[in-house]
């Protein structure tokens, strides 16, 4: 077998001389003086950079992230989600919603009070101008509250409520306050402006109930039902004492909602929750029973006629206005129901004439800016560890949202009419200044979190150019 033998003596040179050349290419490494480093060291930095170089037959994207099963459902899902749980998720769904829902109220107005006042000898755009003039204003003061900081919306907290019940006291004077639509709660402040204190009321119950509690949270006196009901409720039942001397029965019930959500976020027992719930429940029987107006309204509930003498005309004509609308609408301007059939079609009923012009797709459309509103409101005031902020972002919430389904439950017939606007979107500057300011302070609060913060620091133009040349000083200086 002289082959065999030939072939396994050129393999035994072959195996002979690999060493050699291997010392030649890969010469060893030496110490410090001269001698050869330790085999394991050598294993160590082969294998250290053998782990730079990717292994052969692999290819770039095979170290890559499988995509979840499901298909592109699957993962797009999960991309919604990670978006939905970002840091600036709820600053940007207020800031957005509530400037949607301001500009869309502003179209809304100028199409269902041109006819309006057109009948009261006023040119086409007189409502809409007032409106108009009124969220510039508002813009300023909710662009002011964004960026202030959470120690000074505290701190403006006892001058707005003494501000507050002294205009709501000044209303009762005669000679000094009006009268408008039976509810003695307006002040006049010259030419076409008149000013509803009781709006600036809830914002002023707000922002001192929140520093309220807030301070006996810290000095953990909450636990006593005492301290958490004085000087909390008294106060706001003066609030309410004051509204209701006017007859203005819709804030009144907004008012109490805002006690309740303070009541709820602070903790309150059930027993205590239920307690005043009870209460207030008894008051508002008592009025609306010894209110013929009150129980009229109660009586118009679901009501499909407008009844004898025309008592439940408002409610009907609603009804007729959303049912007339379809699905997408008769059009934007094109309303037959604001041509002197429905009272009030820009402010009370303002959502009868959108479904009625802008169809089912309109009103979906505002709810669900709605919806995002309160659920931004809600995130911020439970990703929060400042208990002023928690339970100011916890009023706010509930008293847009709580204004917002009274209104929208009374256009669709399931509530009776308490007369409060819908939220940043019907006409009334003294219900949109405050409004506005307050979603400022959703805005503000979302703001202040730290993981937001550090997400709007790391958009600003520059901060990473800066970040690199921090990083480049901290270098050696003899490295290059």
Known sequence: MPAEESSAARRGDRSR?????????????????????????????????????????????????????????????EQARRAWDRPLTAYYLIL???????????????????????ELDKPGTYFFRKQFLAAVIGAGLMAAAARMPVKLHRALSYPLLMGAVFLMVLVQVPGIGMSVNGNRNWLYLGGPFQLQPSEFGKLALVLWGADLLARKQDKRLLTQWKHMLVPLVP????????????????????????????????????????????????IAFLLIKTSPNRMSRLDCMGASEPGPGGSCWQAVHGIYALASGGWFGSGLGASVEKWGQLPEPHTDFIFAITGEELGLAGTLSVLALFAALGYAGIRVAGRTEDPFVR??????????????????GAVLGLLPIAGVPLPLFSYGGSALLPTMFAVGLLIAFARADPAAKAALAMRRPGVRWKTMRRRVKKRPSGER
């Open 17 to 77: 001389a690999t060493p050699a050349i291997s010392r030649v290419l890969h010469p060893p490494l030496l110490a410090a003086g001269g001698a050869p480093l330790t085999a394991g060291l050598t294993l160590r930095v082969r294998s250290a950079a053998g782990a730079r170089r990717p292994p052969a037959g692999r290819s770039r994207t095979s170290g890559s992230p499988r995509s979840p099963r499901g298909g592109g459902a699957r993962r797009l899902y």
């Open 96 to 118: 957005g919603a509530g400037l949607l829902i301001t500009v869309l109220g502003l179209v809304m107005v100028y199409s269902a009070s041109m006819i309006k006042a057109l």
């Open 235 to 282: 106060v706001a039942f003066m609030l309410l004492g004051l509204i209701m001397l006017g007859g203005d029965m819709g804030t009144a019930i907004i008012l109490t909602a805002i006690l309740f959500g303070l009541l709820w976020l602070a903790g309150a027992p059930t027993r205590l929750f239920a307690g005043v719930l009870a209460s207030a429940g008894l």
């Open 391 to 408: 339970y100011a972002a916890g009023g706010v919430t509930t008293w847009i949202t709580a204004q917002a389904v009274i209104n929208i």
